[in-house]
């Protein structure tokens, strides 16, 4: 039986973070330990996961930057399965044992991708699929995103860490390096399978109103890592003329409604895709080193206990 390591990085989200907490509390299935890798300054990660000490956890201090935090908790993995749920995400209470049991019987898949859906149940974060099967590298940006992929080992292994460079993100992911991470992973010839059945709680990412500052420039970023991820991997020009035009095309037609708020939206999205593309250069077909997430990084412990087990404090 499959034993899970779920990495998440928090900063500042509380009531989210709780909510998460609860979801893997509730987990039918228990072989799973929990990595927080803690970016806040004020002790209120430590606080509330010590609420929950049915939960194996550890907890890791980091500076800012959740490719950074994801990449501590590669090092610091010991699961054969290797996840990594945003703070503001959770699970239903089978999850883990669905995907234990299709990682037991499907043992030539390397890592399953499932949709989200918020408290509502619709779909979340991109547009998925709606029929199960593998990725492609022109199915990636519409099958996967960081929290919604269950990895083996020996992918983490292989491909190495999360690109810290891509994308201006700080607090966030850095747009487009989860997509990043699963475009390296299909060109290692690993199996991804994508199964909607299955499916991760996260709330909408871009809301459809969504025109302050903050709101635009997120969606402008998220569809940047797009469009720069079709060129860096070279995929065909089919795919990243589809990438521009659909929101082109949707913004042309909200604007004939006067819908304008959804106008701009897409508009943002076009203008990402397409700024991304083309700033971009294709890299060779390379691989990263291969990490070691076998050994333990030793940071400097810190005099507190969490769920049981000491926590630890990591200095950059």
């Avoid at 408290?119 to 029929?131: A, F, L, M, N, T």
């Avoid at 590298?137 to 491909?159: E, H, P």
């Avoid at 095309?249 to 959804?262: D, E, G, M, N, V």
């Amino acid at each position: 039986m499959v034993r899970f390591t779920l990495i998440c990085g928090t900063a500042g989200r509380t009531r989210e973070l709780e909510r998460l907490l609860r979801s893997l509390a509730a987990q039918s299935y228990r072989r799973f330990e929990l990595l927080l890798i803690d970016q806040n300054t004020d002790g209120r990660a430590e606080r509330i996961l010590a609420s929950f000490p049915e939960i194996a956890a550890l907890r890791l201090q980091s500076s800012p930057g959740l490719c950074r935090a994801l990449n501590l908790g590669l090092r610091n993995a010991t699961g054969d399965i290797i996840a990594f749920p945003d703070d503001d995400c959770w699970y239903q209470p089978d999850l883990l044992q669905q995907l234990a049991d299709l990682f037991d019987t499907h043992p030539g898949w390397d890592a399953i991708t499932v949709p989200t859906a918020d408290e509502q149940g619709r779909r979340s974060i991109c547009r998925w699929p709606k029929s199960p099967g593998s990725l492609t590298k022109t199915k990636l940006g519409f099958c996967g995103c960081a929290t919604s992929v269950f990895y083996r080992r020996a992918i983490c292994k292989r491909i190495g860490n999360f690109d810290e460079s891509i994308g201006a993100g700080v607090s966030l992911l850095n747009p487009g390096s989860d997509i990043d991470y699963l475009h390296r992973a299909v060109r290692a010839g690993f199996h991804l399978e994508y199964q909607p059945q299955l499916v991760v709680g996260h709330p909408q990412n871009l809301p459809t109103g969504m025109v302050d500052q903050q709101g635009q420039r997120k969606r402008y970023q998220s569809a940047y890592g797009e469009g720069s991820n079709s060129r860096k991997y070279s995929l065909p020009l089919w795919h990243a003329a589809a990438l521009a035009l659909f929101p082109l095309l949707r913004a042309l037609k909200h604007s004939l409604t006067l819908r304008t708020r959804l106008a701009l939206n897409e508009w943002l999205t076009f203008q990402g895709r397409v700024d991304g593309w083309m700033r971009t250069q294709p890299v060779p077909n390379v691989l990263a080193p291969v990490i070691d997430i076998d050994s333990n990084l030793e940071p400097r412990p810190v005099p507190s206990q969490t769920a049981g087990r000491p926590a630890r404090a990591v200095g950059e």
